[in-house]
């Protein structure tokens, strides 16, 4: 079983005593060490530094039992733009305009955005709206993949399209 699955098994359950919902969790590589990052979000409320620091207080025991070799534990937010690195995420965000690129080209596109229209959990494949036309893609063609945020409208104070609840994640006066 690979490490990212055993693990979030496991701390699935303390996670979500704790009010949060785990994005994903991935083991990888970085220069000399082998980091654990475990993406949590909370539902509908702001998340703070704080809120990652109890979680990573409340898992690290645990995580320290099932994985035999050296680590860093990294516990961290998704932020505005959040990456979708499973078939849940990408159905979590359904409706909303992502930016995908892709390993190779097709349809003499690499990289574009586009709206979530569908997700098939089975066949682990998203049918996305670009350009008013439908383009199903398997998740394994799909090099990355994040939703959009439109910075600039929000700056610029036009609140038409910007979802401002998003922003004031970061107003801790809210």
């Keep these: 079983m690979k490490v990212e699955i055993k693990v979030e098994e496991v701390i699935e359950p303390i996670v979500k005593n704790l009010g949060f919902e785990i994005e994903y969790v991935e083991f990888v590589k970085e220069g000399s060490n082998n980091v ?4 949590i979000d909370k539902v509908g409320e702001s998340m703070w530094v704080e809120d ?3 979680v990573s207080r409340a898992i690290e025991d645990i995580v320290d039992q099932n994985i ?3 680590y860093v534990l990294e516990v ?3 932020g505005l733009e959040r990456q979708l690195k499973n078939i849940k995420l990408y159905k979590k965000y359904m409706g909303q305009e992502i930016h995908v690129k892709l390993f190779k080209k097709q349809n003499d596109l690499k990289e574009f955005e586009a709206v979530i229209k569908a997700v098939n959990e089975d066949e682990e494949t998203v049918t ?3 350009d008013k036309e439908d ?3 398997s ?3 799909i090099a990355t993949a994040y939703t959009t945020y439109d910075f600039a ?3 610029k104070g036009n609140t038409d399209n910007v979802n401002l609840n998003k922003l004031n994640k970061f107003n801790k006066n809210n």
């Design 36 to 39: 654990l990052r475990v993406v």
């Design 52 to 54: 990652c620091e109890n």
């Design 68 to 70: 035999k070799q050296e």
């Design 76 to 78: 961290s937010s998704p």
């Design 128 to 130: 996305l709206t670009l």
């Design 135 to 137: 383009v199903t893609l």
């Design 139 to 141: 998740l394994k063609d």
């Design 153 to 155: 409208s929000a700056l």
